[in-house]
């Protein structure tokens, strides 16, 4: 079995791990830090906003099962993207979204959704970088929510997250052709 790897930045890395390890063809799912310059990032130096990295996800994927788009695509459901301060509750630059890319098909399957939401009147400030060294979080981090169900669903309902469904279901829309 061939594995990909995809990496995502989308504000509450605990939120976005659930999201994706019920996404079939993912095989596995780490939370982490990645984007910034400093050397094994710790949560509470990143939650600060110290060394410039951001909370993110590391999705490795049987591309066979799941495509790369196909990814990018739930990511974008899954985020406000028209926040350019964080995401929900959480503010700060490393709680922004940003998409990371591997190559230059990546890359492009990452532009050219961002600019079918925007032509279709949706303002997305989703950064799409290269991708750089991903630091894995602390253990008490990885499946937050099924370890700590009643926090992590706590924070899901007050975060804003929740009522982001009609967004949501409207970049699906628009991103699977719904919109013109």
């Known amino acids: 079995m061939k594995i990909s790897i995809a990496i995502f930045a989308g504000g509450c890395f605990w939120c976005m791990q659930k999201i994706f390890d019920n996404v079939d063809g993912v095989i596995k799912t780490t939370v982490g830090y990645t984007g910034g310059k400093l050397k094994n990032p710790t949560y509470e130096k990143v939650s600060a906003g110290i060394g410039g990295h951001y909370e993110a996800i590391k999705i490795e994927y049987?591309?066979?099962?799941?495509?790369?788009?196909?990814?990018?695509?739930?990511?974008?459901?899954?985020?406000?993207?028209?926040?350019?301060?964080?995401?929900?509750?959480?503010?700060?630059?490393?709680?922004?979204?940003?998409?990371?890319?591997?190559?230059?098909?990546?890359?492009?399957?990452?532009?050219?959704?961002?600019?079918?939401?925007?032509?279709?009147?949706?303002?997305?400030?989703?950064?799409?970088?290269?991708?750089?060294?991903f630091y894995k979080a602390e253990e008490y981090h990885q499946k937050y929510y099924s370890k700590y169900p009643d926090a992590y669903n706590y924070y899901y309902e007050q975060s804003g997250r929740k009522s982001m469904k009609e967004t949501s279901k409207k970049i699906e829309n628009i991103l699977n052709g719904g919109f013109r």
């Open 62 to 133: 049987d591309p066979d099962k799941v495509s790369y788009e196909k990814l990018v695509k739930v990511f974008f459901q899954s985020i406000d993207p028209t926040n350019p301060y964080g995401q929900f509750c959480d503010i700060g630059k490393q709680y922004e979204t940003v998409i990371f890319y591997f190559n230059d098909r990546e890359k492009e399957i990452a532009e050219r959704l961002k600019e079918k939401l925007n032509k279709a009147g949706i303002t997305v400030y989703t950064k799409i970088l290269p991708a750089g060294e």
